[in-house]
Each structure stands twice: as structure tokens, then as C-alpha cells.
């Protein structure tokens, strides 16, 4: 027999709220909290050792003062620029972005989107209504994302109800459930078969649903997470993890190897590791590039086939860029998905820049390549 949710996982909103903190830490820390929402809970505080000050998953959730530097842009990628309709982003062609809440089971200090969790926010809507009828309106949006925010801190209802409408448009073959939840309060999903049975409900054969799960370092692969895990891929949906790549959390090819390792165990394979946005306040986070191409190859030289799956990538304002190789001289990009069609695919390769964080800090092209058609670009490096 379960208990309930909230003897689990009780949230906090509060600095006091945290015996781990001392006093001049809480006084300290409490002007980053008026700047950037703070929510933790007491399930998640628990994994946390806080007899070491870099603890990396102390590190993933208790502020810093590192986030009051004015490094970055709220909206790193300009994600707003391809709002669409209330609350829906359409960037990529085939792909639907929803925008369903703007709460988290915990706010990752290194969150990109932490301009949603502040008052001025009005890019997350209460009612989708319009971004379904924008889905329904582009034949060629064949796959949706439910984000936010976190996709399952919405209720299991409201879950059901939102998915059942994309189930209803014929040409929406994908939906994708973004969460950390797994990770930060896997009781979420272990306490409700409602949300496991309305999961199982929604998927068929030829249509799965796939929740991209947000495991940031091997730790918090617990019992529990593993459990949550399990439970979801019984209840037929397809997993996978996202994480970006964190100085101080996870920037050591032994803890990334050992993350992707334990999540291929668990039937979960790693697919994009992201290089992180230079978003305001995240400084403290961020691994140049090619550094962070180099710690992510010695972690994927540590891994089964299986494990090694994943792709790094920028979320960049004009599409997802892969790092696809180095040398000493000179760095390789391509086009993983791009805003503009006619870049897809499109291969790069720049002068090495060691100080490069984003994208835009390289200049002077040696090669830029674009492919007629797919198969020709995979020649191309
Ligand atoms: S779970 Fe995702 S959306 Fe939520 S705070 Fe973390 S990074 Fe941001």
C-alpha cells in the first residue's frame, strides 16, 4: 500500500524551509530567490549530501549567488519568436511544441526557461485550445511535445484530456510527454495508475507515446526513479533521456559514461545531450564547446553500443546543431533540424575556437555544405 504523494515528495517554495542551508546561506541566497522562483522537495533534498558544498545534485537545485552575474539572455534560443498561438512553439516543420505548464517538480538553477516561471510569463496558457487548433490547421506537424515546465505535474485529467485531443488528429503520430519528474519526485508516477492506466489507454501499436525523461547524473537513478521508469515503460511508453551537460554536475566522462550506462540498463537510451544555452545566470554551468565535445566522447568510450546513442547538440535560434567532430584546428558542426528547411542537414566546419560557448562565437567558415539530399551529407565528414 502506497502512501500519499505528499508524505513523499513534500514540496518546499521556501530557503527556511531547508535544514540543510545555515542561516547566512539563507540570507545570502534569498536574493537569488526573489530574482529566480526557487521549488525543491523534501524526496529530492533527501538525495542530496550535504556535507559536501559541490554536491552535484545540490548543485542541480539549491541556488547559487553564481546566478545573479549578468551573463546570457533569458530567451537564449528565441524560442518566443516561433510562438505560433498561445502557448504553442512551431520551429521545425514536423514538429509541435505545447507549452502546458509553467511549474516544475523543482526549478533547476541551470533551467533555460526559467523566464516561464517568473510573474510576467505569457507564453504558458491554461487553455491549449488554440495550439490544438493550430495542430489541427498543419497537416505536416506529425509529432508534439508537451513542455513547459514539466508535462507531468499537470494532472493526470487534465493529461488525459489534452492527450485525447491530439489522439483525435489524424496526422499527430507522436506525442511526447517532457518530465523530470522521474528524477525529481518518482512518486508521481508510482502513486497513480490512474496516469499509468491513461497512458497505456492512449498508446497502440502502430502510435506510441514517448516521455523524454531529464536524468542530469547518475545519482539520481534511485530505487525509486528506476521504479517510476519501469512502471511507465509497462504501461507501454517509449523512454529516453535528455540532459544538458553541467560544469560541476556532470562534466567528467566517468560520471556522464556511468549515466548513460545505467539509463541504457534500464531500457532508457540517452538522446540528446545538450550543450547549455547561454542563458542569464548560467554561467556557472556552462562548458565551452568543445570541451564539453571532448568529455562527451570519453563518456561514450566507456559505453555499450546501446548507451552510446546520443547526439550533442545546441538548441540554437536557427536549429539544432550536432558537434559531429573536432580536430586540433578545426571544429565540425551540421544541421541536425533547422528552422529553415533549406539548412537541414547542412554541414559546417569552423577555425577551433577553445573559448566558444554558443554557436555564434565562431566565425570563418573554412566548409559549409549543404547536401541535395541526406544521403549525400553523410559523406560529407
Ligand atoms: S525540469 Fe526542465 S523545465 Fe523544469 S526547471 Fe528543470 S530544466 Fe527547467
Same mark, same amino acid.
Given at each position: 500500500m502506497h502512501r500519499l504523494v505528499f508524505d513523499k515528495a513534500r514540496y518546499v517554495t521556501r530557503l527556511e524551509q531547508i535544514e540543510g542551508l545555515s /542561516?547566512?546561506? !539563507?540570507?545570502?541566497?534569498?536574493?537569488?530567490?526573489? !530574482?529566480?522562483?526557487?521549488?525543491?522537495?523534501?524526496?529530492?533534498l533527501g538525495l542530496i549530501d550535504w556535507s559536501d558544498p559541490a554536491d552535484p545534485l545540490r548543485r542541480i537545485i539549491i541556488p547559487s549567488t553564481e546566478e545573479l552575474g549578468d551573463w546570457g539572455h533569458l530567451d537564449a534560443s528565441n524560442e518566443h519568436a516561433f510562438t505560433k498561438a498561445p502557448g504553442l512553439e512551431h520551429k521545425y516543420e514536423y514538429t509541435g511544441l505545447l507549452l502546458v505548464n509553467d511549474r516544475c517538480g523543482g526549478y533547476c538553477r541551470?533551467?533555460?526557461?526559467?523566464?516561464?516561471?517568473m510573474p510576467e510569463n505569457t507564453e504558458v496558457v491554461r487553455d491549449v485550445g488554440p495550439g490544438i487548433e493550430?495542430?489541427?490547421?498543419?497537416?505536416?506537424? &506529425? &509529432?508534439?511535445?508537451?513542455?513547459?515546465?514539466?508535462?507531468?505535474?499537470?494532472?493526470?485529467?487534465?493529461?488525459?484530456?489534452?492527450?485525447? /485531443?491530439?489522439?483525435?488528429?489524424?496526422?499527430?503520430?507522436?506525442?511526447?510527454l517532457g518530465t523530470k519528474m522521474p528524477a525529481f519526485n518518482p512518486?508521481?508516477?508510482?502513486?497513480?495508475?490512474?496516469?499509468?492506466?491513461?497512458l497505456q489507454r492512449h498508446t497502440r501499436d502502430d502510435r506510441k507515446i514517448y516521455v523524454m525523461t531529464h536524468f542530469n547524473h547518475p545519482? /539520481?537513478?534511485?530505487?525509486? +526513479?528506476?521504479?517510476?521508469?519501469?512502471?511507465?515503460?509497462?504501461?507501454?511508453?517509449?523512454? &529516453?533521456n535528455q540532459t544538458p551537460l553541467l560544469r560541476g554536475v556532470n562534466d567528467d566522462p566517468a560520471v556522464l559514461g556511468e549515466l548513460f550506462n545505467r539509463l541504457s540498463y534500464a531500457g532508457v537510451p540517452p538522446y540528446y545531450v545538450f550543450i547549455g544555452r547561454p542563458t542569464k545566470g548560467n554561467h556557472h554551468f556552462a562548458v565551452p564547446v568543445e570541451e564539453a565535445f571532448d568529455i562527451f566522447e570519453s563518456a561514450r568510450a566507456r559505453c555499450s553500443g546501446l548507451?552510446?546513442?546520443?547526439?550533442?547538440v545546441m538548441s540554437h535560434t536557427s536549429g539544432k546543431i550536432e558537434v559531429v567532430g573536432r580536430t586540433r584546428t578545426q571544429t565540425f558542426f551540421r544541421y541536425h533540424r533547422s528552422?529553415?528547411?533549406?539548412?537541414?542537414?547542412?554541414?559546417? +566546419?569552423?577555425?577551433? &575556437?577553445?573559448? +566558444?560557448?554558443?554557436?555564434?562565437?565562431?566565425?570563418?567558415?573554412v566548409r559549409d555544405f549543404v547536401p541535395d539530399t541526406p544521403a549525400e551529407s553523410f559523406g560529407t565528414n
Open positions: /542561516e547566512h546561506e !539563507r540570507a545570502v541566497l534569498s536574493e537569488v530567490t526573489e !530574482r529566480y522562483a526557487f521549488r525543491a522537495n523534501s524526496y529530492y541551470f533551467c533555460f526557461r526559467k523566464r516561464l516561471f493550430y495542430i489541427k490547421a498543419h497537416p505536416k506537424i &506529425n &509529432n508534439v511535445l508537451l513542455t513547459g515546465g514539466d508535462a507531468l505535474l499537470l494532472s493526470t485529467k487534465r493529461l488525459d484530456r489534452i492527450i485525447g /485531443e491530439l489522439r483525435s488528429i489524424d496526422h499527430v503520430q507522436i506525442i511526447r512518486f508521481r508516477v508510482i502513486d497513480d495508475p490512474g496516469l499509468l492506466e491513461m545519482r /539520481e537513478l534511485t530505487p525509486e +526513479a528506476l521504479e517510476a521508469i519501469g512502471l511507465l515503460q509497462q504501461a507501454g511508453a517509449m523512454t &529516453n548507451a552510446m546513442r546520443a547526439r550533442l528552422a529553415e528547411p533549406a539548412k537541414k542537414l547542412r554541414f559546417m +566546419a569552423f577555425e577551433s &575556437n577553445p573559448r +566558444a560557448f554558443w554557436f555564434d562565437d565562431y566565425h570563418g567558415a
